[in-house]
């Protein structure tokens, strides 16, 4: 069964405070690993794909990373406008009704002041 | 262009009554997804829709929800009877492709069950 695994659960910076998110993941062969952005009372926007160790993808002040055990969310110089929860998501190549299931993690909260 | 849609957004309902959540997916998305998100936690898949055939529901529980896709487009999530521990917040989201893990996810309806 595929498992993925946030952390810290909660995250406070001070705006300028660059830091890194962990998701570690057990996965039946990586199809890919997304990374997701949920603003309180919304629902879950989509941010990154990876889909190899080595891969990064970047975004303002977000950078995401995978290597074949773990992805890290790296922002850098960070604004109030970056709070919010960010999960991650890996997808497993088994196939499911033609489709791959999207295995999420259980977030990291995190809160950017002033 | 116009997002996934979802009603009622907020919902509260004494225990053993009935409920029925609706969504509109994105137009041209063949995939139609609800999860269930609890506080705290990441999405958890119910069911997905390759147009209007169910080809993953293992983890919805079928003694009191159900769920249908009109037509290959939009959906109705319902639960009867309701249970207190239904309370929830229930996602609709929709991809392009079933192998796609870029979700696109409504703002989601929120049930309280007293």
């Known amino acids: 069964e595929d498992q993925v695994t946030q952390s810290p659960e909660a995250l406070r910076l001070q705006e300028g405070e660059s830091s890194s998110l962990n998701c570690s993941y057990t996965v039946s062969g990586l199809r890919g690993l997304f990374w997701y952005r949920q603003d309180p009372g919304k629902g879950p926007e989509f941010l990154f794909t990876?889909?190899?160790a080595g891969e990064e993808k970047e975004k303002e002040r977000l950078k995401a990373t995978l290597t074949k055990k773990e992805s890290f969310l790296h922002i850098t110089a960070p604004k109030p406008e970056d709070s919010a929860t960010y999960l991650c998501?890996?997808?497993?190549?088994?196939?499911?009704?033609?489709?791959?299931?999207?295995?999420f993690g259980t977030g990291t909260q995190l809160k950017v002041e002033l | 262009e116009a997002g996934v849609v979802q009603s009622p957004r907020y919902k509260i309902i004494e225990k053993k009554q009935p409920v029925a959540f609706w969504c509109n997916p994105i137009s041209g998305h063949n995939t139609l997804y609800w999860y269930l998100q609890n506080l705290g936690q990441g999405p958890e898949l119910l069911i997905r829709y390759e147009n209007e055939e169910a080809v993953d529901d293992s983890q919805l529980p079928k003694d009191r929800f159900s769920a249908e896709r009109l037509k290959g487009v939009d959906s109705t999530l319902k639960i009867q009877p309701a249970e207190l521990g239904d309370s929830a917040v229930y996602l609709c989201a929709s991809s392009f492709t079933g192998m796609s893990g870029e979700l696109f996810f409504g703002e989601g309806s929120r049930l309280t069950v007293l």
């Open positions: 998501a890996v997808q497993s190549n088994i196939l499911t009704g033609g489709g791959n299931k999207l295995t």
């Open positions: 990876l889909y190899s």
